[in-house]
């Protein structure tokens, strides 16, 4: 049975509701894509396992139809993603025009992901009719914008004119229609191979939005981009599903501005409406007046609201503070090496708040490094730098217990990164007699519960993606017979 119903009002439109009360990891629905194709403004890719492939005269091509196919992909099979577009251009002798240069985007590829949505609602125009065609646009907001105009030229009339689309009944509003839902609904996924692509999930779409999730979803490209979603906590029955349209670690500036101009709306949930961000200060600065004092938005709702010293009457104006952070961000893009993002983050105390997602930009990517860079592999860190990661995996998850609670892939992905130095730092201290063999057994089953808990969801990702999975079990079958063996000295 269903374990959600979807619902409609004037404020948020469809949405959905538990039926029932739902624990953390409950199974709530998978489904396959609508469409899948390139991202918009990308490289030139095959149009079928969407590699990246030259652009230039010099690329491969499709026999049939000479646009884009690499070598691999050269033979098109009844169920390839290329078949029925290769069908429509060479009807059409609509030929693909070589880039100039193979590092510049190939606009005429935007044209894709459409007509497939186009191509899919022909040949299954009842799933047409009761899942995508509900879907928002935002028509209203996105007329007569440059990116309109941009898809008037690129996407429509290209495909009404050298495409003949018109011959098949497509009108200029359909394609319009569908570009707004793609921009607005679709979702970005990763190939096997590591590329990116974007696919339309109609039932994913009806989830609301908020910056505080309560579910989860994992796409499996190895079975044809299919997608399961799941509860990440436990929610009761008449409660909403909420799933995250951006990227949770990012302010509440960046979150909004994301939204408006990708999904044209604005969010109000309790951690945008809260300056403090649910008690994180996770986009505070640190005063400059009193030194001690963290500076908010009066207003996070409010873009151009001034922002205030919590602890004495000094103000800030909204662009100032975004001039300074967009200083702050430039400066540590200039690279990011161990020692410059550990000076940085001892340099920028004075002027964001511990937890200001730019410090924890910087700690995630020392946390990427401590482990995995050459200079810095896992079994060659000294003790002071795992205890460092410890600590940088401790504070990540402290922010992401809050903003993606409960059984989300972030916190899986960072207790994993956790579990190993703890095992290895519990080993050397046993080793040089700092714990007693009763207390390195604690920290390896502190370290056991960890990984236990990270394996539980990592196992719904698809495992020829998320490598992850596999090393997962294979460090717990490690870590189970290294319990047990001391377990048996005892």
């Keep these: 049975m269903q374990k959600f119903s979807i619902e409609k009002n004037s404020e948020l439109g469809r949405y959905t509701i538990a039926t029932e009360n739902l624990q953390p990891g409950s199974y709530l629905f998978d489904e396959l894509p609508f469409a899948v194709g390139p991202k918009a403004r990308s490289l030139c890719c095959c149009l079928e396992c969407y590699c990246l492939i030259d652009g230039t005269a010099s690329g491969s091509r499709c026999e049939k139809c000479s646009w884009p196919l690499c070598n691999d992909c050269s033979k098109l099979t009844e169920f390839s993603a290329h078949k029925r577009e290769c ?56 007329f007569e914008t440059d990116a309109w105009d941009a898809d008037q030229q690129n996407i429509v009339g290209y495909l009404l004119g050298p495409c003949k689309l018109k011959d098949r009944g497509i009108t200029e509003e359909i394609i319009q229609k569908v570009i707004g839902i793609l921009e607005v609904n679709a979702f970005e996924a990763k190939t096997l191979k590591g590329d990116y692509v974007r696919c339309l999930y109609p039932k994913l779409a009806i989830l609301s939005h908020s910056c505080i999730p309560n579910t989860t979803h994992a796409i499996h490209p190895s079975e044809n ?27 509440t500036m960046d979150r909004q501005q994301h939204l408006m101009e990708g999904k044209y709306f604005q969010c109000h949930c309790e ?25 908010d938005s009066s207003n996070p709702l409010d873009a151009e609201a001034i922002w205030k010293c919590n602890k004495c009457p000094m103000e800030i104006p909204a662009e100032s503070i975004r001039e300074s952070l967009k200083a702050l961000q430039n400066e540590i893009e200039c690279t990011n090496s161990v020692e410059f993002l550990e000076f940085s983050l001892e340099e920028y105390e004075g002027i964001l708040h511990p937890n200001h997602y730019i410090m924890i930009s910087m700690k995630s990517a020392l946390i990427d490094s401590y482990g995995h860079m050459k200079s810095y592999l896992l079994a060659e860190l000294p003790d002071i730098l795992l205890h460092r990661k410890i600590e940088l995996c401790e504070e990540l998850l402290s922010i992401l217990d809050i903003f993606e609670k409960g059984m989300s892939r972030a916190r899986a992905l960072m207790m994993y990164e956790l579990h190993a130095p703890i095992v290895l730092y519990a080993r050397s201290q046993y080793d040089i007699g700092h714990l007693t063999k009763l207390e390195y057994l604690e920290q390896l089953e502190k370290a056991r519960r960890i990984l236990n808990e990270s394996r539980e969801i990592l196992e719904w990702e698809d495992e020829n993606v998320c490598l992850i999975v596999i090393s997962a079990r294979k460090s717990q079958e490690t870590l189970e017979k290294l319990i047990v063996s001391l377990e048996m000295e005892q």
């Design 225 to 251: 981009f299919k997608l399961n979603v799941r509860s990440t906590i436990a929610i009761s029955k008449g409660s909403q599903l909420y799933s995250c349209y951006t990227y949770t670690l990012n302010g």
């Design 271 to 295: 951690r945008c409406s809260d300056p403090t961000e649910l008690g994180t200060h996770f986009s505070s600065m640190k005063c400059r007046d009193c030194l001690y004092g963290d500076v």
């Design 87 to 142: 069908e429509v251009f060479q009807a059409a002798k609509c030929k693909f025009y070589n880039l100039p240069d193979p590092n510049v985007s190939c606009i005429q590829l935007d044209c894709i992901t459409p007509l497939r949505v186009l191509l899919e609602r022909e040949a299954d125009m009842d799933r047409w009719n009761i899942e995508v065609d509900p879907m928002e646009d935002h028509r209203d907001k996105r």
